[in-house]
């Protein structure tokens, strides 16, 4: 009897213990997250579509939209204000100043220091300009995973022809464009080809303005009543006071101008490496074209510097989950997941990607690059960028249009302009 009542005691005890067990609360789930965000282009998205995050992150879900760069700062900021913008936006950066100002972006800073102190490895791997283009007046306020400055491709064989070597100053490529013009090319060939400015911001002009040793207020505004900015503005008139370009460039688009490249009706266009894997489909890279480092001016190569233009990620300032969010800008900008945008669209700003052998092999030309690409400076941002952009292609019109008119007087005519946009 003393075991049957110890079982039943026992079998007792089990049976309190299984209710118990069944009445007590299951533990929480792990919170499911969603992080929104906008990409500016299609091609910008990661091959895998997020497909080994999401195996690696199973609470957080990535729900992502193409918005063109040329409206997601817009947008952004219409749905910022009514509470429902993504976590994180793709934009031109050149639109970072108005929307800090507007109060729409958030400081990452302390997630930037916490990367670089848990990976330091990795972090040693980033170019300087990822984080130095998304920076204002002391903030971090996104990650610039992809950048393109702008470089010079020239038709080699015709150089050769003329019996010339690659220019290494401004001075000289313009003489260079000369003995073309004159000795080599014939019928609608023309020395130099560009963009105008009725269908694009001045990115290339920028671009030659740097170059060329070229500064900038404190505020963002390019000084051109100096030295550079005159040499700028001569550089237009002479390209179209002696026939140096194409009588219908002021007008073209920008696949006008780089079609006239690739097409073999110019000898020189300032590009970015995008458009340099195009033209290698077309032309015999290393025997019919080259590339180079756009040059200084004579007696300016001190204050010369390579431009740089982003696409960078920015966070949300009303985002709820700031770590998930860096954590899916910095698998955006992994290694293995960004090279192939890079091969097939835009550089990566990772030293890592852009020497590996696969980058390389997609783009040969990029040795002769990279030194400078390392070394990318923001063109600054400003509150007030589209008029600053406006003010900008008049200049070079009226530069172009009326070559012959004093440069300094047009320098100083659009600087008065530019002066009034932080007025």
């Not at 999401?54 to 204000?81: C, G, K, M, S």
């Not at 040795?367 to 923001?378: D, G, K, M, R, Y």
């Not at 400003?382 to 900008?392: G, T, V």
């Amino acid at each position: 009897k003393k075991v049957v009542r110890l079982s039943g005691l026992l079998l007792g005890i089990l049976l309190l213990a299984v209710f118990l067990a069944a009445c007590a609360p299951s533990a929480p789930e792990e919170e499911q997250i969603t992080i929104e965000m906008w990409f500016g282009r299609q091609e910008f998205v990661p091959h895998d579509q997020f497909e080994r995050f999401h195996a690696e992150n199973p609470n957080v879900r990535v729900e992502w939209d193409v918005i063109p760069l040329e409206q997601a700062h817009t947008d952004f900021l219409r749905n910022h204000a009514a509470g429902a913008a993504p976590d994180t936006v793709q934009i031109f950066h050149e639109f970072t100043a108005t929307m800090v100002a507007q109060g729409a972006l958030l400081d990452i800073s302390e997630y930037v220091r916490a990367w670089q102190q848990e990976d330091p490895e990795d972090f040693a791997d980033i170019y300087d300009i990822a984080f130095d283009l998304t920076s204002y007046e002391g903030g971090i306020y996104g990650v610039n995973v992809h950048s393109g400055p702008f470089f010079m491709g020239y038709r080699k064989d015709l150089l050769e022809q003329a019996g010339l070597d690659e220019p290494q100053t401004w001075e000289e490529l313009l003489e260079a464009l000369r003995v073309l013009q004159s000795d080599v090319l014939s019928g609608d060939q023309y020395a130099f080809s560009q963009p105008g400015g009725a269908h694009h911001p001045p990115f290339w002009l920028n671009s030659i303005y740097m170059s060329m040793g070229g500064e900038f207020t404190d505020t963002g505004l390019p000084i051109i009543d100096s030295e550079a900015g005159i040499a700028l503005i001569e550089f237009y008139q002479t390209l179209a006071r002696e026939g140096l370009q194409d009588p219908e460039a002021p007008s073209w688009a920008s696949g006008d101008f780089r079609g006239a490249f690739i097409g073999g009706r110019a000898a020189f266009f300032p590009e970015a490496i995008n458009v340099f894997a195009v033209a290698q489909r077309d032309l015999e890279y290393g025997t019919e074209w080259e590339v180079m480092v756009q040059p200084p001016r004579r007696g300016a190569e001190a204050a010369s510097r390579i431009n740089a233009f982003g696409w960078p990620f920015m966070v949300n300032s009303d985002t709820e989950h700031p770590e998930e969010v860096m954590a899916v800008l910095r698998y955006v900008f992994d290694p293995e997941i960004v090279i192939d945008v890079a091969k097939d669209y835009q550089p990566a700003n990772r030293a890592s990607v852009m020497t590996s052998d696969a980058y390389l092999a997609a783009h040969p030309y990029f040795p002769i690059l990279q030194a400078s690409f390392a070394e990318q400076v923001p063109y600054p941002t400003h509150l007030r960028s589209p008029e600053r952009s406006d003010i900008l292609n008049d200049m070079k019109r009226e530069a172009q249009e009326n070559p012959n008119r004093s440069a300094a007087e047009i320098a100083a005519q659009y600087q008065q302009q530019l002066n009034a946009l932080d007025n």
